[in-house]
Nanobody, 126 residues
Framework: DVQLVESGGGSVQAGGSLRLSCVAS????????MAWFRQAPGKEREKVAR???????WHDDSVKGRFTISRDNAKNTQHLQMNSLKPEDSATYYC????????????????????WGLGTQVTVST
């Protein structure tokens, strides 16, 4: 069975750091585009960062310079290093994997075509 399992969420004060991890199983994750999405209460799910199968990355402007996505294909794992956290970063963070065709697409594509984890909560307090 395909599984994506996130870990590393928690509660931190503004300015702090967290490192999210996602372990994939049941498919060849090294050939997939991997991404992190987040969803705050009452808001739509949004893509935060993605990493292509060749290692190229993209980060949303809201997190650029603070968050860094990475992957370790040997361990079927991807990470999201989050530094200088802000209260507006508070959300449930989801790991996702999709075929490269859908890599640059928005949530409307990923919602249908991707594998998803169950999410991990990140809370940033002032």
């Amino acid at each position: 069975d395909v599984q994506l399992v996130e870990s590393g969420g928690g509660s931190v004060q503004a300015g702090g750091s967290l490192r999210l991890s996602c372990v994939a199983s049941g498919f060849t994750s090294s050939t997939y585009c991997m991404a992190w999405f987040r969803q705050a209460p009452g808001k739509e799910r949004e893509k935060v960062a993605r990493i292509e199968n060749d290692g190229r990355t993209w980060h949303d402007d809201s997190v650029k310079g603070r968050f860094t996505i990475s992957r370790d294909n040997a361990k079927n794992t991807q990470h999201l290093q989050m530094n200088s956290l802000k209260p507006e970063d508070s959300a449930t963070y989801y790991c996702a994997a999709a075929q490269m065709t859908f890599c640059s697409g928005g949530y409307s594509f990923w919602r249908v075509h991707a594998y998803w984890g169950l999410g991990t909560q990140v809370t940033v307090s002032t």
